[in-house]
C-alpha cells in the first residue's frame, strides 16, 4: 500500500463548477500538508500549504486536512479553463516530502 | 528571478550509454532535491542537499545513479549506464533556508527516454 493515495482522474468538469480533490495517506506522523498545481511538460508549483488539522483558503482555494481520518481535500470555486491541470497533494512529517501521483482535471469553457 | 533551471530540457539516448542531467537551483537557496516522475509511481524523490551535503539519497534506485552538488549553483545527477526503465521526467527543485522541505520550487524537468 502506497503512503499516500490519490485518484489519477481524469476529472472533466465545466466552467464555474466547484471541484474536489481528494488525497489519503496512512502515516499518522505526517504534519505538513501541501497541494501543488502542475501544468503540462511543467514543474510543480506550490499551491496551498497547511500545518496539521483544519481550513485553509486563498481565493478560489480551499485546503481542508482532517487527520483523524487520514484524508486532505482541495476545493476550487468557480473553475476556470486556467485551472485546467494536474494536482498533487504532498505531505511531510519534517524531512521528506512525499507526493501522491496526482489527479488530472480538465475544465472547459 | 529566473527560477530553478535545468538541462537539457530533452535527452534521448541508447541503452548502455551515460546520461547526465544539470541543475542550477535558484540564488540563495540551499536546499535541493532531485525528483523523478513516472505515470505509474508519479514523482519518487532520490536524493537531497543541504548546503552542498548530501543528506538522503535514499531514493536513489541503485548503484548506476550518482548525484553531486559541487557548489551552491550547480548540481549534476549522472546515470552510468542508462537503462530504459530509466526513462522518465527528472526534477530538480530548490527551497530556502529555514522553509523545509514543504516549500519547493521545481525546474521545468528534463525528459530522459533511454531506448
Known amino acids: 500500500q502506497k503512503e499516500v493515495e490519490q485518484d489519477p482522474g481524469p476529472l472533466s468538469v465545466p466552467e464555474g463548477a466547484i471541484v474536489s480533490l481528494n488525497c489519503t495517506y496512512s502515516n499518522s506522523a505526517f504534519q505538513y500538508f501541501m497541494w501543488y498545481r502542475q501544468y503540462s511538460r511543467k514543474g510543480p508549483e506550490l499551491l496551498m500549504y497547511?500545518?496539521?488539522?483544519g481550513n485553509k483558503e486563498d481565493g478560489r482555494f480551499t485546503a481542508q486536512v482532517d487527520k483523524s481520518s487520514k484524508y486532505i481535500s482541495l476545493f476550487i470555486r468557480d473553475s476556470q479553463p486556467s485551472d485546467s491541470a494536474t494536482y498533487l497533494c504532498?505531505?511531510?512529517?519534517?524531512?521528506?516530502?512525499?507526493f501522491g501521483t496526482g489527479t488530472r482535471l480538465q475544465v472547459f469553457p | 528571478d529566473a527560477g530553478v533551471i535545468q538541462s537539457p530540457r530533452h535527452e534521448v539516448t541508447e541503452m548502455g550509454q551515460e546520461v547526465t542531467l544539470r541543475c542550477k537551483p535558484i540564488s540563495g537557496h540551499n536546499s535541493l532535491f532531485w525528483y523523478r516522475q513516472t505515470m505509474m509511481r508519479g514523482l519518487e524523490l532520490l536524493i537531497y542537499?543541504?548546503?552542498?551535503?548530501?543528506?538522503?539519497d535514499s531514493g536513489m534506485p541503485e548503484d548506476r545513479f550518482s548525484a553531486k552538488m559541487p557548489n551552491a549553483s550547480f548540481s549534476t545527477l549522472k546515470i552510468q549506464p542508462s537503462e530504459p526503465r530509466d526513462s522518465a521526467v527528472y526534477f530538480c527543485a530548490s527551497s530556502l533556508p529555514g522553509t523545509g522541505v514543504e516549500k519547493l520550487f521545481f525546474g521545468s524537468g528534463t525528459q530522459l527516454s533511454v531506448l
Open positions: 497547511t500545518y496539521s488539522s
Open positions: 504532498a505531505m511531510t512529517p519534517t524531512d521528506k516530502l512525499i
Open positions: 542537499f543541504n548546503n552542498n551535503v548530501p543528506i538522503d
